[in-house]
């Protein structure tokens, strides 16, 4: 008997597939059950305040560069949303005056609309944002070189050789509400998937290329960074595959509170901790990553308990 269709997209693979036993397990997780999740290979992280939860990202672009040596080039593939660590990075990256001529950067990903990648007049261009918010604030006698910036292109071969350049020392990234990370979102559910969702080796053989979002990806990037409005917002974009991830020799994923729900954030923390790889929630396929960081604002777990607004 094939899964259950989805309650969002029926067209679509998602969460709502999975089985109802374990959504109830997740959503009945306490904060401190969180931290219990800790596992060889994963770690539960919690931070009290967004100062210490957003200067803690930032180190990490930090900790990674200053590791660069011409021998040894070191970088860190990073994502748009969220984004406020990105301006502590140049400001540390200035006072600290942090030579970047061995460091390197990835950007996780980009619109893809008319046939290309957006250009960075687009408003909601991924590169613009890292330029204007990060890279453009770094003092020029300390920035990398302009060939040491990674950002995704439709034509993604240059994109993917550039993974071979120098090593990333970990992958930043947020978690979107259908539960991927960067725009590996869950495929639509169409032969040969359409009774079961591929299976977690398959979807880890996925590299860099443009993708088509789902229903809830779309309206997610309206609500976060269009105002709502999701006619603004592309339908497919280019991405960072599991491929180049697991490249990367840590990943890092930041949740405050403010992209994914109480639920999610409990939700991946609890597949990845029990090993449960299941490509209709694309997070939980890192439960096969040597090493995998979930960094909590404790006050932005929310609750699943039901309350009437």
């Given amino acids: 008997m094939s899964r259950p269709l989805s309650r969002i997209a029926p067209d679509w693979w998602d969460y709502t597939t999975l089985d109802s036993e374990l959504i109830r397990e997740a959503a009945a997780l306490t904060p401190e059950d969180l931290l219990q999740l800790s596992r060889p290979g994963f770690q539960v992280v919690f931070y009290d305040s967004l100062e210490d939860f957003y200067l803690a990202e930032a180190l990490e672009y930090i900790n ?24 502590l990075v140049a400001r540390l990256v200035n006072e600290l005056e942090i030579d970047l001529r061995h460091a390197h950067f990835w950007g996780m990903d980009e619109w893809f609309a008319d046939g290309r990648e957006v250009p960075v007049t687009h ?17 020029p006698d300390l920035r990398m070189p302009e060939e040491n910036l990674h950002f995704p ?24 509400d259908i539960k991927h990370w960067a725009f590996n979102d869950p495929l639509r559910r169409e032969p040969p998937f359409a009774d079961e969702p591929p ?48 490249q990367a020799e840590k990943v890092s994923i930041w949740q405050a509170g403010v992209h994914d729900n109480p639920l999610g954030q409990r939700l991946t923390a609890l597949m990845i901790s029990k090993r449960l790889a299941d490509s209709a929630v694309p997070m939980s396929l890192l ?3 040597p090493n995998v960081q979930f960094n909590y604002y404790r006050s932005g ?7 009437m607004h």
């Fill in 199 to 246: 299976p977690p080796d398959e979807y880890r053989k996925l590299s860099t290329r443009v993708v088509d979002l789902h229903p809830v990806t779309l309206a997610q990037n309206a609500r976060t960074s269009g105002g709502g409005n999701i006619t603004m917002v592309p339908q497919q974009a280019i991405t960072v595959g599991p491929v180049q991830t697991w």
């Fill in 123 to 139: 408003p909601l261009s991924f590169e613009r944002a890292d330029r204007e918010l990060c890279f453009d604030r770094i003092r």
């Fill in 153 to 176: 292109r439709a034509d993604v071969a240059a994109y993917i050789a550039s993974w071979n350049s120098a090593r990333c020392a970990v992958m930043q990234g947020g978690q979107g």
């Fill in 287 to 289: 439960a096969d990553h």
């Fill in 301 to 307: 777990l929310g609750s699943c308990a039901v309350e």
């Fill in 64 to 87: 990674a560069w200053r590791r660069a040596t011409a021998d040894d080039p070191v970088g860190i593939c990073g994502p748009i949303g969220p984004t406020e660590q990105l301006p």
